[in-house]
């Protein structure tokens, strides 16, 4: 005896992407300004220029924006800059903000 089994399949998909965060460093009066650029080219993958130009906001204006990223990368970058400064003896600090 032949069943006959009717599936209704639901083809309809929604995605959404991920949320994504601002990284932005902290300035600080201890950390060396060739150890900030060092970091933005490092972790940051940014140009020397680019680099200088992010340190110099973060001076004059005490933040400067790294990048913008999904959560897990941006945590990543996080402690990475965590990191790196407290092997070297610095007070640098990182921190994200949703975008």
Same mark, same amino acid.
């Given at each position: 005896?032949?069943?006959?089994?009717?599936?209704?399949?639901?083809?309809?998909?929604?995605?959404?992407?991920?949320?994504?965060?601002?990284?932005?460093?902290?300035?600080? #009066?201890?950390?060396?300004? #060739?150890?900030?650029? #060092?970091?933005?080219? #490092?972790?940051f993958?940014?140009?020397?220029?680019?680099?200088?130009?992010?340190?110099?906001e973060?001076?004059?204006?005490?933040?400067?924006?790294?990048?913008?990223?999904?959560?897990?990368?941006?945590?990543?970058k996080?402690?990475?800059?965590?990191?790196?400064?407290?092997?070297?003896?610095?007070?640098?600090?990182?921190?994200?903000?949703?975008?």
């Amino acid at each position: 005896m032949a069943t006959k089994t009717d599936l209704e399949i639901d083809e309809q998909t929604i995605l959404k992407y991920p949320k994504k965060y601002f990284v932005f460093l902290l300035n600080d #009066d201890y950390t060396p300004m #060739d150890f900030v650029v #060092d970091i933005l080219m #490092d972790i940051f993958h940014k140009t020397y220029e680019e680099a200088q130009d992010i340190m110099l906001e973060v001076h004059k204006k005490n933040r400067g924006l790294c990048g913008v990223y999904t959560y897990e990368i941006a945590e990543t970058k996080l402690k990475q800059v965590r990191r790196k400064a407290k092997d070297n003896g610095f007070p640098l600090k990182a921190t994200m903000e949703e975008e």
